[in-house]
T-cell receptor, first 111, second 111 residues
Framework: DVKVTQSSRYLVKRTGEKVFLECVQDMDHENMFWYRQDPGLGLRLIYFSYDVKMKEKGDIPEGYSVSREKKERFSLILESASTNQTSMYLC??????????FGPGTRLTVT | DAKTTQPTSMDCAEGRAANLPCNHSTISGNEYVYWYRQIHSQGPQYIIHGLKNNETNEMASLIITEDRKSSTLILPHATLRDTAVYYCIVGDGGSQGNLIFGKGTKLSVKP
């Protein structure tokens, strides 16, 4: 079974803090993704990566950066957390487009 | 923007078939139809995909109309655990293509 794990299920941070969300997959997938999910807005793509050290902006990259130093790990970074970044963050990985595997999500609250 | 249109919500009686419609009138020839679902507080889960032929797996069946402008996901014997948001997505299947999640259909399976 493919496993995508995320470092935390719940996280509470203060405004202005630097936040790291980690995602690890164990199936040697080339492509990895970060989404955020908010009520009424569905899933929105923040960043994705199709290879080590490669990254591409998604639909809402502002306020975020990413790092992919190893194939299995894709990190989402909030340089200076703000309250409007309170959300559910979902990581996913895949090889073929139709079978995208998601992690359990991290619910981040910024106070 | 999502290229699909789905009803916001549907109800289904436990044990009955759940038929979830999706319109994708602007689908192009090389685009697949994918279905995912998201159970509350979990990441989305891949269900099934198809190009133009009907498809069946252990979870569901996918019926695609001949003109490919619409499709129906069928859960043959819905259970309470099938209560979830179901997403219909079209994409070209390329390994670097992005899946755009719309708002989906909230399926409630009732006893």
């Amino acid at each position: 079974d493919v496993k995508v794990t995320q470092s935390s299920r719940y996280l509470v941070k203060r405004t202005g803090e630097k936040v790291f969300l980690e995602c690890v997959q164990d199936m040697d997938h080339e492509n990895m993704f970060w989404y955020r999910q908010d009520p009424g807005l569905g899933l929105r793509l923040i960043y994705f990566s199709y290879d080590v050290k490669m990254k591409e902006k998604g639909d809402i990259p502002e306020g975020y950066s990413v790092s992919r130093e190893k194939k299995e790990r894709f990190s989402l970074i909030l340089e200076s957390a703000s309250t409007n970044q309170t959300s559910m963050y979902l990581c996913a990985s895949r090889t073929q487009a139709y079978e995208q595997y998601f992690g359990p999500g991290t619910r981040l609250t910024v106070t | 923007d999502a290229k699909t249109t789905q009803p916001t919500s549907m109800d289904c009686a436990e044990g009955r078939a759940a038929n979830l419609p999706c319109n994708h009138s602007t689908i192009s020839g090389n685009e697949y139809v994918y279905w995912y679902r998201q159970i509350h507080s979990q990441g989305p889960q891949y269900i099934i995909h198809g190009l133009k032929n009907n498809e069946t797996n252990e979870m569901a069946s996918l019926i695609i109309t001949e003109d490919r402008k619409s499709s129906t996901l069928i859960l043959p014997h819905a259970t309470l655990r099938d209560t979830a948001v179901y997403y219909c997505i079209v994409g070209d299947g390329g390994s670097q293509g992005n899946l755009i999640f719309g708002k989906g259909t909230k399926l409630s399976v009732k006893p």
